[in-house]
């Protein structure tokens, strides 16, 4: 296996700007998740480094021989399609076999390696069998074991669960996971689910038209985002987000917002909140969320749009001001819609964004200057 180096890597259709100078590095034997909406580059991305599309600028590194003048077949990768691609004419030992056939691989050591990989994935007694004969997540393992099969430097993987159901899309993740760690395996992997990305990521590579905005751990990502589109992408139930103007209230700093809302900010968000241009975006996860059915002093009163209960915890949609916003309370919490509800944010949580530059607010830091091009945070 080898690593993997996006230097500078640019991809234009005319006027379009599909990527827009895209650097990351992906260590050898890391698994790395390009996730974002639908249009924002990641599978374009994916295309570039394995050679089906040619680059406009930058270059792409495979450990350190640069690859993006060679053709598809050269780079020594592996690619795991949406759609698995499998071969319905041929059985699953064929359709192991056939990229090492075209490398004029010897009988015997084609046979060794085909019925090495189908132990590894589990497939050993599917053999014999066509892909019709095969459930989605046999197919997806097939779809797997030809990559495999190969022995390539890296792995780049385009949405390969997206066409499972939502069981199998969850044992798949685990399987994966477990694939990546025993085989110690360099993996790009492009979806549009951020909890794919989250759950199976050593990083993520947030992207949004055609920008990497964030580089960075899960944990990193979720925790500190760098800035108002990753708070609210990364998470389910996305991050609320709430614009609101810094004020002072009885002597402290505050956020007031549209609606009649008002937040009293504790020593550190208050010095975050000063930094900023007057404008902000407060973001607070669902979790990090207090309600009551009864009037608490210095707490904001909203609406309860909703109940969700979900077996384990509760969701519950509310309205502040113009905002709604979604939180968890214990399973047993229970609501009539448009009745009275009092909400506090838990201030060791908050998130605060200049509403200006959508960039999150340091301690005490002032706020990035609006209008540059955004560049990805990396950590």
């Given at each position: 296996?080898?690593?993997?180096?996006?230097?500078?890597v640019?991809?234009?259709?005319?006027?379009v700007?599909?990527?827009?100078?895209?650097s990351?590095?992906?260590?050898?034997?890391?698994?790395?998740?390009?996730?974002?909406p639908?249009?924002?580059?990641?599978?374009?991305?994916?295309?570039?480094?394995?050679?089906?599309?040619?680059?406009?600028?930058?270059?792409?590194?495979?450990?350190?021989?640069?690859?993006?003048?060679?053709?598809?077949?050269d780079?020594?990768?592996?690619?795991?399609?949406?759609?698995?691609?499998?071969?319905?004419?041929?059985?699953?030992?064929?359709?192991?076999?056939?990229?090492?056939?075209?490398?004029k691989?010897?009988?015997?050591?084609l046979?060794?390696?085909?019925?090495?990989?189908?132990?590894?994935?589990?497939?050993?007694?599917?053999?014999?069998?066509?892909?019709?004969?095969?459930?989605?997540g046999?197919?997806?393992?097939?779809?797997?074991?030809?990559?495999?099969?190969?022995?390539?430097?890296?792995?780049?993987?385009?949405?390969?669960?997206?066409?499972?159901?939502?069981?199998?899309?969850?044992?798949?993740?685990?399987?994966?996971?477990?694939?990546?760690?025993?085989l110690?395996?360099?993996?790009?992997?492009?979806?549009?689910?951020?909890?794919?990305?989250?759950?199976?990521?050593?990083?993520?590579?947030?992207?949004?038209?055609?920008?990497?905005?964030?580089?960075?751990?899960?944990?990193?990502?979720y925790?500190?985002?760098?800035?108002?589109?990753?708070?609210?992408?990364?998470?389910?139930?996305?991050?609320?987000?709430?614009?609101?103007?810094?004020?002072?209230?009885?002597?402290?700093?505050?956020?007031?917002?549209?609606?009649?809302?008002?937040?009293?900010?504790?020593?550190?968000?208050?010095?975050?909140?000063?930094?900023?241009?007057?404008?902000?975006?407060?973001?607070?996860r669902?979790?990090?969320?207090?309600?009551?059915?009864?009037?608490?002093?210095?707490?904001m009163e909203?609406?309860?749009?909703?109940?969700?209960?979900?077996?384990?915890?509760?969701?519950?949609?509310?309205?502040?001001?113009?905002h709604?916003?979604?939180?968890?309370?214990?399973?047993?919490?229970?609501?009539?819609?448009?009745?009275?509800?009092?909400?506090a944010?838990?201030q060791?949580?908050?998130?605060?964004?200049?509403?200006?530059?959508?960039?999150?607010?340091?301690?005490?830091?002032?706020?990035?200057?609006a209008?540059?091009?955004?560049?990805?945070?990396?950590?």
């Amino acid at each position: 296996m080898a690593g993997v180096t996006l230097r500078e890597v640019t991809k234009t259709y005319g006027e379009v700007v599909a990527v827009d100078r895209v650097s990351l590095e992906v260590a050898d034997g890391e698994f790395v998740a390009l996730v974002g909406p639908s249009g924002c580059g990641k599978t374009t991305t994916l295309n570039l480094v394995a050679g089906l599309i040619d680059i406009t600028a930058g270059e792409i590194l495979l450990g350190d021989r640069a690859i993006n003048t060679l053709d598809p077949k050269d780079r020594d990768l592996a690619m795991v399609f949406q759609n698995y691609a499998l071969y319905p004419n041929k059985t699953v030992f064929e359709n192991l076999a056939f990229p090492l056939r075209m490398r004029k691989v010897a009988k015997p050591a084609l046979d060794e390696q085909v019925r090495r990989t189908a132990n590894v994935l589990s497939i050993d007694h599917l053999l014999d069998r066509h892909p019709r004969q095969l459930s989605g997540g046999q197919q997806q393992r097939v779809a797997l074991g030809r990559a495999l099969v190969r022995d390539p430097q890296a792995f780049l993987m385009d949405e390969p669960l997206s066409n499972l159901d939502a069981k199998l899309r969850v044992q798949m993740r685990a399987e994966l996971k477990r694939f990546h760690l025993e085989l110690n395996a360099t993996v790009i992997y492009v979806t549009h689910d951020q909890l794919e990305a989250v759950t199976m990521a050593d990083r993520i590579a947030v992207m949004h038209l055609g920008v990497l905005q964030q580089y960075a751990t899960p944990d990193e990502i979720y925790n500190r985002p760098v800035n108002t589109f990753v708070a609210g992408f990364i998470g389910s139930p996305a991050m609320n987000l709430l614009r609101g103007t810094v004020t002072t209230h009885d002597g402290q700093a505050a956020i007031a917002g549209e609606g009649g809302w008002l937040l009293p900010l504790e020593a550190e968000p208050a010095r975050r909140a000063l930094s900023s241009s007057g404008q902000v975006v407060v973001g607070v996860r669902h979790g990090h969320m207090r309600l009551s059915l009864t009037p608490q002093a210095d707490w904001m009163e909203g609406r309860v749009y909703t109940v969700e209960p979900t077996g384990d915890l509760t969701f519950v949609h509310l309205k502040l001001g113009d905002h709604l916003l979604v939180a968890s309370d214990q399973a047993d919490f229970r609501a009539a819609p448009d009745a009275p509800i009092w909400i506090a944010f838990d201030q060791e949580h908050l998130h605060l964004f200049d509403a200006e530059t959508e960039l999150t607010l340091a301690d005490g830091a002032a706020p990035a200057r609006a209008g540059g091009r955004r560049e990805a945070a990396a950590v």
